[in-house]
């Protein structure tokens, strides 16, 4: 009788580690809210204020590694405030941008609840009058990321079954290329709520 036992604990732990090893495919849908700060080099000041973002995610992972990449369209929005003459000046500053973050991450957690962790590079594709969401979608799909602005993402989320929740913060690495705006490098902080469709 314990022969029996200590092979059926034997063949559970057997399937659980193998299991881990099998690579699994997620797909979901995304939305949430984002604050966006504009980094300049003493000629403006910033403060952060309220923004969205909606798209779509998926998640390639196998030995608890996971690549997430995710495609959303965010809207950005910010006061700049004069540090020079006229100081004091405000100028409201908003975009809008699809945003294609590339992340690496880890999950711990069993029986439908997990705690993730990810981190890795974002590529923001502006869209204005020279780029429009048709033309940045194509540009996604091609691999066309030349003079689009990068940032980089860290952040943590928890799933529970099919939703989760996760908190990020991306920072600027390259300027975002705006007119008007060449020499400012986008901070933010996202929430969003993630739903799995499978």
Excluded at 63 to 72: D, N, S, T, V
Excluded at 75 to 94: C, I
Excluded at 173 to 185: A, H, M, N, V
Excluded at 187 to 194: E, P
Aim: charged share 15%; aromatic share 12%; proline share 3%.
């Amino acid at each position: 009788m314990k022969k029996v036992i200590l092979s059926a604990i034997f063949l559970c732990f057997s399937s659980v580690a193998f299991s881990q090893l099998l690579p699994s495919f997620q797909f979901g849908l995304k939305g949430g809210a984002n604050l966006s700060k504009l980094s300049t080099e003493n000629t403006f000041s910033s403060d952060n204020k309220a923004g969205y973002y909606a798209g779509l995610w998926a998640r390639i992972g196998a030995a608890g590694i996971h690549f997430q990449p995710e495609l959303y369209l965010s809207g950005k929005n910010t006061t700049l405030v004069s540090n020079v003459d006229p100081v004091g000046v405000e100028n409201k500053v908003r975009f809008t941008s699809l945003d294609v973050p590339l992340l690496i991450g880890t999950k711990i957690g069993a029986a439908g609840v997990g705690l993730r962790l990810n981190t890795g590079p974002v590529v923001s594709f502006l869209l204005d009058d020279k780029q429009s969401f048709g033309q940045a979608t194509g540009n996604v799909f091609k691999g066309r990321f030349k003079n689009q602005s990068v940032g980089w993402q860290f952040g943590a989320g928890l799933d529970i079954g099919s939703l989760g929740v996760d908190l990020r913060y991306e920072a600027g690495i390259s300027k975002i290329g705006k007119e008007g705006y060449s020499d400012t490098r986008m901070n933010l902080f996202t929430l969003g709520l993630a739903y799995r469709l499978f």
